[in-house]
């Protein structure tokens, strides 16, 4: 008598596992995608707020825009003689 409600205790215990496992570990996964998402989500807003301060010193400072232009975009001034110096290999 006492075995067969051990066994069937155990029995629903086992069963609950199979139904219940599955869904738990599912729950953990996507636990860890959302903090991960999180660090990132953080990641991004410095990085913009980074690059907000950029384009605010961008658009207010002359000089910051002159240096800007003469160095990613290779403006130069009227009457200047661009020189490019090629690295060697």
């Known amino acids: 008598m006492i075995l067969k409600k051990v066994f069937w205790f155990?029995?629903?215990?086992?069963?609950?596992?199979?139904?219940?496992?599955?869904?738990?570990?599912?729950?953990?996964?996507?636990?860890d995608r959302n903090r991960d998402l999180e660090m990132?989500?953080?990641?991004?807003?410095?990085?913009?707020?980074?690059l907000q301060q950029e384009l605010k010193r961008i658009e207010?400072?002359?000089i910051y825009q002159e240096k800007i232009a003469r160095e990613k975009m290779g403006?130069?001034?009227k009457g200047e003689i661009p020189i490019k110096i090629i690295p060697e290999k």
Request: charged share 20%.
């Open 10 to 31: 155990l029995g629903v215990i086992f069963f609950l596992l199979i139904i219940f496992l599955p869904g738990y570990t599912k729950l953990q996964e996507l636990k």
């Open 40 to 50: 990132k989500i953080k990641h991004l807003n410095i990085e913009n707020a980074l």
């Open 60 to 62: 207010s400072d002359p």
């Open 75 to 77: 403006v130069v001034r």
